[in-house]
């Protein structure tokens, strides 16, 4: 079944730019009606999307973090990625990746990747 | 669009109902899913579009509403149903999550 596995670095420096990878596996990113997308999660707190991308490249940010966010999509190796620069500590949070399923009827995320926790600190 | 949830937290024993409120802060139609977290582990989705369960998830789980006002119910609640749930809302972006509920044992 389908798969999705965050990889990256656990500590980013201030100021710094975070980057992660979510690999899907067991599926095609290229599906129709999917978009994928990147939610955080800050220690002991609630969830926040980030923002979302569909396999044409087409994306949709969480304006709170627009001016720092990128996500893109590499069809041929069946990943996405999350680049959010200038991070400060309170960017420190486990990240997950997700699955959308987008027909603007039943939209969901379905399934979403073991997470990965990142830490902002010099 | 802002998300409350109540209760904030909910003390509740084993075959117990829960009902969960979920309330947005403008109309969202149908357009809102719940999740079930557990400690340490990704959110699982429970319900989409308001009140279709997810393939897999036990019946005790139901939602309804529309608009505005929505609830997660828990027929009877199983020990592996202790955990924090989530609505969130997929009418527009940003999408946006409510602050969630933990459901702990009595």
């Known amino acids: 079944q389908l798969q999705l596995q965050e990889s990256g670095p656990g500590l980013v420096k201030p100021s710094e730019t975070l980057s992660l990878t979510c690999t899907v596996s067991?599926?095609?990113?290229?599906?129709?009606?999917?978009?994928w997308g990147w939610i955080r999660q800050p220690p002991g707190k609630g969830l926040e999307w980030i923002g979302s991308?569909?396999?044409?490249?087409?994306?949709y940010y969480n304006p709170s973090l627009k001016s720092r966010v990128t996500i893109s999509v590499d069809t041929s190796k069946n990943q996405f990625s999350l680049k959010l620069s200038s991070v400060t500590a309170a960017d420190t949070a486990v990240y997950y990746c997700?699955?959308?399923?987008?027909?603007?009827?039943?939209?969901?995320?379905?399934?979403w990747g073991q997470g990965t926790m990142v830490t902002v600190s010099s | 669009i802002q998300l409350t949830q109540s209760p904030s937290f909910l003390s509740a024993s084993v075959g117990d109902r829960v009902t969960i409120t979920c309330r947005a802060s403008q109309g969202i139609s149908s357009y809102l899913a719940w999740y079930q977290q557990k400690p340490g582990k990704a959110p699982k989705l429970l319900i989409y579009a308001a009140s279709t369960l997810q393939s897999g998830v036990p019946s005790r789980f139901s939602g309804s509403g529309s608009g505005t006002e929505f609830t997660l119910t828990i027929s009877s609640l199983q020990p592996e149903d202790f955990a924090t749930y989530y609505c969130q809302q997929l009418n527009s972006y940003p999408f946006t999550f409510g602050p969630g509920t933990k459901v702990d044992i009595k």
């Open positions: 991308i569909y396999y044409s490249g087409s994306t």
């Open positions: 997700a699955r959308m399923y987008g027909d603007y009827v039943n939209d969901a995320f379905d399934i």
């Open positions: 067991g599926g095609s990113i290229s599906s129709s009606s999917y978009y």
